[in-house]
């Protein structure tokens, strides 16, 4: 699979590539709009589901 750590984002990050206040960023997740995981409390979110997510919108 990815061995780059660049391959997951986090909120923060999300937050810039989307222009999108946390709570946006945290209500995707949590819909499942952005294929995302947690681990604890920390979500892991691939970058490639965040250019899926763009893709999808774009069309």
């Given at each position: 699979m990815y061995n780059?750590?660049?391959d997951l984002v986090?909120?923060?990050e999300?937050?810039?590539i989307l222009m999108v206040g946390k709570n946006t960023a945290?209500?995707?997740l949590k819909t499942g709009?952005?294929?995302s995981f947690k681990?604890?409390?920390v979500?892991?979110?691939p970058r490639i589901s965040v250019d899926e997510y763009?893709?999808?919108q774009v069309i």
């Open positions: 780059d750590r660049t986090t909120i923060d999300l937050c810039e945290y209500n995707l709009a952005i294929k681990i604890n409390r979500w892991k979110i763009i893709k999808k």
